[in-house]
């Protein structure tokens, strides 16, 4: 069991690491090419912060644990809205008014729609997968197309790194990610036959939140910043890019079954988590610190749900 513990703590610590590293990269290189903040949160650190789900869902396949990949992206799902816009909002408060995400909001329910649609016709497999990677390419093309009519409006001082810094960063985030993605897996699949949890509630747990402190970690300091923009951006298209990229590279590689616990709850509080922020994006209102404590104490709730 110490080894086991071992391993998914140098995992998470390597997840971490190469997220933020592969963030930094990301944004420094996204700054190069003159892209706004409001695109650079939905794309490029939006792809950076979900890159640990990634590796994580694609090593479990590999390893014969698809429950740890499918759980991994729901689990992240919620954490994401519930944990990663909770405590930052906790925190210092997000403000909205400014920022117009209305669009990116309806994509990721409409994502997230698309997979329960998907899960209640059986095992997500390459056709499913292939449903998924277009639909991911059709947001994309609208990013890029919105990301052609905005300018870059970070501070100047975020634009200092240099071609060499950006590669550096880069090449840590992807050689650290797909060791602690394998560690990671390695750990908690062990963990879980040894104390005969299922890997579909390990997945939904312990390896969504550690998958999900990228961008736990981005959204904090983005809201301490006071850069609304890049928090919520990077949770709304992390959601995205969970559903529409993860779970249709995965579905390539090998088939997804959908446990029956998935299908009666978990796929229903993801949809419900990514429902949540619609009043503060249309209505334009403050996620203060009492809408950061309802955030967490909901999360809480679910943890105590599946456990």
């Given at each position: 069991m110490i080894v086991e513990l071992l391993l998914i703590l140098f995992g998470l610590a390597a997840l971490v690491t190469g997220g933020e590293f592969l963030v930094r990269g990301a944004?420094?290189?996204?700054?190069?090419?003159?892209?706004?903040?409001?695109?650079?949160?939905?794309?490029?650190?939006?792809?950076?912060?979900?890159?640990?789900?990634?590796?994580?869902?694609?090593?479990?396949?590999?390893?014969?644990?698809?429950?740890?990949?499918?759980?991994?992206?729901?689990?992240?799902?919620?954490?994401?809205?519930?944990?990663?816009?909770?405590?930052?909002?906790?925190?210092?408060?997000?403000?909205?008014?400014d920022t117009d995400?209305?669009?990116?909001?309806?994509?990721?329910?409409?994502?997230?729609?698309?997979?329960?649609?998907?899960?209640?016709?059986?095992?997500?497999g390459r056709p499913q997968?292939?449903?998924?990677?277009?639909?991911?390419?059709?947001?994309?093309w609208r990013q890029i197309t919105t990301a052609r009519q905005g300018s870059v409006d970070l501070p100047a001082g975020d634009q200092a790194a240099g071609w060499r810094t950006i590669l550096l960063w880069l090449l840590i985030g992807l050689i650290a990610?797909?060791?602690?993605?394998?560690?990671?897996?390695?750990?908690?699949?062990?963990?879980?036959?040894?104390?005969?949890?299922?890997?579909?509630v390990i997945g939904l747990t312990l390896v969504a939140v550690g998958t999900s402190l990228p961008e736990l970690a981005t959204s904090v300091i983005a809201a301490l910043r006071g850069r609304a923009d890049l928090a919520l951006g990077n949770v709304i298209g992390s959601n995205i890019f969970n559903i529409l990229s993860i779970l249709g590279v995965t579905a390539l590689i090998g088939t997804l079954p959908v446990p029956a616990q998935m299908l009666r709850l978990d796929l229903w509080i993801m949809l419900a988590a990514a429902l949540l922020p619609a009043p503060f994006l249309f209505r334009g209102w403050q996620l203060n610190r009492l809408a950061g404590a309802a955030l967490l104490g909901i999360y809480a709730i679910y943890l105590g749900m599946i456990l």
């Open positions: 944004v420094g290189l996204s700054l190069r090419l003159g892209l706004p903040a409001l695109i650079v949160g939905l794309t490029v650190v939006a792809f950076g912060t979900s890159a640990p789900e990634m590796i994580v869902s694609v090593a479990a396949v590999l390893n014969g644990s698809p429950d740890i990949a499918l759980g991994n992206v729901i689990g992240s799902n919620i954490a994401n809205i519930l944990l990663v816009l909770g405590l930052p909002a906790l925190v210092s408060g997000i403000a909205t008014r995400l209305r669009e990116s909001w309806v994509m990721m329910i409409a994502a997230s729609i698309l997979l329960i649609a998907m899960a209640f016709m059986g095992p997500l997968g292939a449903i998924l990677l277009a639909a991911l390419a059709t947001v994309l990610l797909p060791v602690g993605g394998q560690m990671l897996v390695a750990g908690a699949t062990d963990i879980a036959r040894q104390l005969g949890i299922s890997e579909a």
